[in-house]
């Protein structure tokens, strides 16, 4: 279910992916990386599944099509020369996805990063803070954004995201005003 503000940004949890944790041994990520095409640093991949960089030697493979047990048992054939864990975090994990104008003004206004288009394009991925709490985002549009939180944050961050919708709401209609 969608909030939309009236400013033009919308507000989904999306259901139903399977999200998958890798785990890379550091001595062996360019051979992970080229095996399984896996995002380089502070990216994104579209494959299926989605490969998002979050770490030196960490990824989040997610897939609308695929489920976390075969995500799983590819990391597994496709890297059996090499240390890793493969940990289906489908459950572990909340995603929600800011589409729209103000998507980028509305993630600025409690994350530390630079949301401008020229400083994070579409493909770009990182690991942050978001509201006070660990978050990955990653550009998918330039007016779209997926954000990946532990599921322990879901209603938190589903709360402070419309609370901040409606803030940006609230200062667009009354700039309009003397």
């Not at 001595?27 to 960089?53: C, E, G, M, T, Y």
């Not at 090499?82 to 994990?93: E, P, Q, Y």
């Not at 020229?118 to 006070?132: D, Y």
Request: glycine share 6%; hydrophobic share 40%.
């Amino acid at each position: 279910m969608a909030e939309r503000g009236n400013n033009g940004v919308s507000i989904e949890r999306i259901e139903n992916l399977s999200i998958v944790s890798l785990k890379v041994s550091s001595k062996s990520i360019d051979s992970a990386r080229d095996k399984l095409q896996l995002a380089s640093p502070i990216s994104a991949i579209s494959n299926d599944p989605r490969s998002l960089w979050f770490g030196p030697d960490r990824w989040l493979l997610v897939s609308s099509s695929m489920s976390a047990e075969s995500i799983v048992k590819k990391c597994e054939e496709t890297l059996a020369d090499v240390l890793h864990n493969a940990v289906d975090n489908s459950a572990g994990l909340a995603v929600f996805r800011i589409v729209g104008p103000g998507a980028r003004d509305l993630l600025a206004a409690d994350c530390g990063l630079d949301f401008r288009p020229e400083k994070f394009p579409v493909g770009m991925c990182c690991r942050t803070r978001l509201a006070q709490i660990a978050a990955v985002i990653a550009a998918e549009g330039p007016e779209q954004f997926d954000i990946y939180v532990d599921c322990s944050y879901e209603a938190y961050l589903g709360e402070w995201l419309r609370d901040s919708l409606s803030i940006s709401a609230r200062a667009a209609d009354s700039s309009g005003s003397c």
